[in-house]
């Protein structure tokens, strides 16, 4: 089941005579429902048919010989939403988020802000920090959330297990904002992913449509990585992260993760790659394995 873009769900609410719609087709029902983000369908968690066809294994196959020609190390993971299947490749210990941070960032805000919502102002930041990856908006929010003990005790309910937010802001001996060190697995990412994906006890439907409505707006020169490949026809909800890890700017951490849903597949994925000479190397990585993972999934 693929999800109906924001820009193309508006129209078919435009013609409603309410905000909410309920429609069963094909043994399922659909919800339908108005915010200030757009209408986005939610679709409802469901058990896996017996007669479902699993899918092969994206990152086997093609995908392990194209990484074994590739410097440094790459991490990754990839969960069908309609067969439930994981599949991982590469081992390494968890590696630096960079601004894949800003989607945890903004969700721990929302559990925390519950009911009462988040301002204007923050509002108006969480545009910047995932559409345009402004990291002075992402520090205000880092900071608004609690830091690094207000992100770790919403990723303790949402299941992250090795995501380590990073103590410090302003790091000595680094430039850019700390909370871009906090470290994370796929794995990790996955499950912070399905937050927005399913319905569960922590981000109400509002929000869920509300940061999947920020990251299938993130500006077109971000929209490199798992989207390379992909359909025009599908909608990507994503953010992407890439930071220098050293001074002379020979060692690059690149990652994208999010959630692409369309032409007979609705997937999340999560890639993260370390030790890349520049930044477009760890970006023609990615680019690289996702156009694998949506060919091997169709």
Known sequence: MTRV????????????????????????????SQDDQGARRVPPSRP???????????????????????????LAAVYDL??????????????AEASVVK???????????????????EAAQARLMIERSDNNAATDLWR?????PGVRSFNAAAGLTRTSPSACVVCAGFPWPGWGLTTTTPADQISLLRQLARPGPLLSDADRRYVLGLME????????????????????ALKDGWLPLDAARKDWQVNSVGWVS???????????????????YGVTTIARLSSIVWADLG
Do not use: C, K, M
Not at 7 to 19: E, M, P, Q, T
Not at 82 to 95: A, F, K, L, S
Not at 266 to 276: E, H, K, P, Q
């Open 144 to 148: 608004a959330a609690g830091g690094a």
């Open 262 to 280: 369309g032409g007979g597949r609705d997937y999340l994925i999560a890639v993260f790659s370390t030790g890349n000479p520049t930044r477009q």
């Open 5 to 32: 873009p924001a820009r193309r769900a508006r129209a078919v609410l435009a013609i409603l005579a309410s905000g909410l719609v309920v429609a069963a087709a094909a043994g399922s029902v659909l919800l339908f």
């Open 217 to 236: 707006d993130v500006i077109p020169s971000q929209r490199w990585g798992i989207t390379a490949g992909v359909s025009p026809q599908a909608t990507v």
């Open 48 to 74: 896996v048919s017996s007669a479902r066809r699993l899918r092969p294994d994206p990152l086997t196959g093609r995908a392990t010989s194209f990484l074994a020609t590739r410097h440094g190390t790459v």
């Open 82 to 95: 309609d067969t439930r299947q994981t599949w991982t490749v590469g081992q390494g210990p968890p590696q």
């Open 103 to 121: 989607v945890d960032i903004l969700e721990a805000l929302l559990v925390q802000r519950g009911r009462s919502g988040l301002t204007r102002r």
